[in-house]
């Protein structure tokens, strides 16, 4: 009997050290799944922080190419101004160009043909400043084209990056 009795002991002693072997494991589990719990959620506030910077960088590029783009429009508007008043002073230029046709077969009217060649001089003169303006006006304008590609560009990368980061888990 006394064989069987601390046999009988024995078992429960041994299924005691499985249970708290048992609950070691459950425990250490437990802690290894608390700590991946806060590592994960410290990595969930980067990239919500990453996002927030994202969005933020996103409105600032959205803004900045706004812009852009107003100012190229302003730029364009310049431009076309320009050309116009280059082509009304081309015909002025044309026009006063007749008059000193007319006027070089009187020799009586030397004075007033000396003054519209002055005239046409000034007139050549802001001809060209005008196409000089067109010309710098143009090459902005490509700048700005370029400015605002770029910065849509940008924007779409943002918004790809944002997409990803919103797909992560």
């Given at each position: 009997?006394?064989?069987h ?5 024995a ?15 459950m ?7 608390i ?8 990595e ?10 994202g ?34 002073l081309?015909a ?5 160009l ?7 077969g009187?020799?009586?009217?030397a ?8 005239e ?37 990368a ?12």
């Amino acid at each position: 009997m006394t064989a069987h009795a601390s046999a009988g002991g024995a078992e429960p002693q041994q299924t005691a050290a499985a249970v708290r072997e048992l609950i070691e494991a459950m425990r250490a589990r437990l802690e290894s799944a608390i700590e991946d719990r806060t590592r994960l959620a410290g990595e969930l506030e980067e990239a919500r922080a990453a996002l927030a910077r994202g969005e933020a960088e996103l409105k600032k590029e959205r803004r900045a190419r706004a812009a852009l783009e107003a100012q190229a429009e302003e730029r364009r508007r310049i431009a076309e101004e320009a050309v116009a008043e280059a082509e009304a002073l081309a015909a002025e230029r044309d026009q006063v160009l007749e008059e000193i046709t007319g006027l070089r077969g009187l020799e009586d009217q030397a004075a007033l043909l000396q003054e519209a060649e002055a005239e046409l001089a000034d007139l050549d003169g802001r001809l060209q400043e005008a196409q000089s303006g067109r010309a710098r006006a143009e090459a902005r304008c490509r700048e700005l084209t370029s400015d605002v590609e770029r910065l849509s560009a940008a924007g779409e990368a943002l918004e790809a990056l944002e997409s990803l980061v919103r797909r992560s888990p």
